[in-house]
């Protein structure tokens, strides 16, 4: 099988060798690339997490196809220079191995690759995270109520959020958490904006901090479990002079 892919997980298997996670146009696939651990191995440098390649995969004698060569095209090297770039990257890969599991993962793909494009070359990037989440979260076909409330579907005074009841809520039917107005049409740009504009908007910082809880909120809250990269994260996050 000729494809092309990004691997969203790189792991250690037997002797020198790694075990991939790719994610193709096609769905996601999980690859041996054997001897790949050695730096002279023609598959080492396209079994690097991050990596975007042209990639042959061959049916070997095991459970799993075998990665028979892999032409890089992106490596994303510049996330490896800020150790909080890489914080996010991995957390955004582990995110596509959990939701970008159907047979159709063309626009998850696009997707990822555009966000660590931005993720390597913008110098204001913290946003990219809820971002990632929400936009993930719609291509995925859990995309919350923005524009109308949750419960009665109403398009007046929209103030609220609740992961629980799909998005936003009214305020005649309360619950879920208050938020600003901004962070919910953010919030709808991020789910509904065309691909080739979704990356360019802004918030201010506090808007930023709001849209982070609510984003995060809604996704754990769709997924039911928490990410193991998340924690690292949010220490990350939350102590950036420690960087
Ligand atoms: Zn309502």
Redesign the pocket.
């Known amino acids: 099988m000729e494809t092309e892919g990004l691997i969203i997980k790189s792991t250690k298997y037997g002797e020198g060798s790694r075990m991939l996670s790719i994610l193709t146009p096609q769905g996601k696939v999980e690859a041996a690339a054997n001897g790949a651990n050695s730096l002279k191995s023609r598959l080492f440098a396209g079994s690097q997490l991050f990596c975007y390649s042209k990639i042959v995969l061959k049916k070997g004698k095991g459970r799993l196809p075998y990665t028979s060569s892999c032409d890089v095209v992106e490596n994303f090297y510049g996330i490896r220079n800020d150790v909080l770039k890489v914080s996010l990257g991995v957390y955004f890969c582990e995110l596509l191995g959990i939701v970008a599991v159907g047979e159709d993962t063309e626009r998850e793909l696009r997707f990822a690759l555009n966000t660590l494009h931005m993720l390597e070359k913008a110098e204001d990037y913290t946003y990219l995270k809820p971002l990632f989440e929400m936009r993930l979260m719609s291509l995925a076909g859990f995309m919350p109520y923005g524009e109308c ?6 398009r007046e005074r929209l103030n609220r959020f609740s992961a629980e009841k799909g998005g936003a ?5 309360g619950g879920g958490k208050r938020v600003s107005e901004a962070t919910l049409e953010a919030i709808n740009y991020i789910c509904t904006a065309p691909d080739k504009l979704v990356f360019s908007f802004r918030v201010s910082k506090e808007v930023e901090k709001e849209l982070c809880q609510v984003c995060e909120e809604y996704l754990l809250y769709q997924i039911e479990r928490t990410p193991s990269k998340l924690q690292y994260l949010q220490i990350m996050l939350d102590n950036p002079q420690q960087l």
């Open positions: 409330c949750g419960i009665c579907g109403g809520l009214c305020d005649k039917c």
